[in-house]
Structures are given as structure tokens and as C-alpha cells.
């Protein structure tokens, strides 16, 4: 069992920018990031694997870094010029498995999950 705990979560205007962090209780091959606005399914935000590959959803990137320090188990994403369609609650998720590129920012992929941080972006 693998528990993870995002942070980093709040309120921010239009073209600033945040900082989420994922602690996971074990290391784990796989993590990501994903996020569910309102009335919205969930999506795929970023995701990185042991290998250090990287996959990020084709329009978050250049304002979007996902990264990790294995040494903490602590997962990151930077996000810079917020806009307010990024307003969300941000979901970190990990897996054993390491998973390739194009599964990285599938949930189903995913076993373990944390309990999410709000994003508020306002104009």
C-alpha cells in the first residue's frame, strides 16, 4: 500500500504560478498528475517514470514541469501562467509498474492515489 499526500494546493491569480507536491509513503515506479475541474472528467495533467521519461498533456506544455526527488519520494509539478481553465482539484498518482510514455497519463494505469489539492486560478 503506497499513501500519498499532495500539498501545495490554493488560490492564485491569472499568470502566477504554483508548485504542488506529492510525499509518497514508499517509492514507486510510476507517478502523475492529473486534475478534475468542475463538471468535468478527470485528465491526464503530467506524468514521469523511474526512467525519467516524461509525458505531459499536449496543452499544458512549457507552462507545466513535473519532477521528482527520489530521495524525499516526493513528487512535484510546477505550473507557470495560470489560467483560470486550470482551476482544479489536482490529484497525484502512483504505481509500481513502470509505465511507458504513452501510459503515463492514463488513471487506469494508476493503483494508488491521493486525496487532491484545490487549484483556484482567477482573472
Known amino acids: 500500500q503506497v499513501q500519498l499526500v499532495e500539498s501545495g494546493g490554493g488560490s492564485v491569480q491569472a499568470g502566477g504560478s504554483l508548485r504542488l507536491s506529492c510525499a509518497a509513503s514508499?517509492?514507486?515506479?510510476?507517478m502523475g498528475w492529473f486534475r478534475q475541474a468542475p463538471g468535468k472528467e478527470r485528465e491526464g495533467v503530467a506524468g514521469?517514470?523511474?526512467?525519467?521519461?516524461?509525458t505531459y498533456a499536449d496543452s499544458l506544455k512549457g507552462r507545466f514541469t513535473i519532477s521528482r526527488d527520489n530521495a524525499k519520494n516526493t513528487l512535484y509539478l510546477q505550473m507557470n501562467s495560470l489560467k483560470p481553465e486550470d482551476t482544479a482539484m489536482y490529484y497525484c498518482?502512483?504505481?509500481?509498474?513502470?509505465?511507458?510514455?504513452?501510459?503515463?497519463?492514463?488513471?487506469?494505469?494508476?493503483?494508488?492515489w491521493g486525496q487532491g489539492t484545490q487549484v483556484v486560478v482567477s482573472s
Open positions: 498518482a502512483a504505481d509500481y509498474q513502470v509505465r511507458p510514455a504513452f501510459w503515463l497519463l492514463s488513471e487506469e494505469r494508476y493503483a494508488y
Open positions: 514521469m517514470n523511474s526512467a525519467g521519461t516524461t
Open positions: 514508499r517509492y514507486t515506479s510510476s
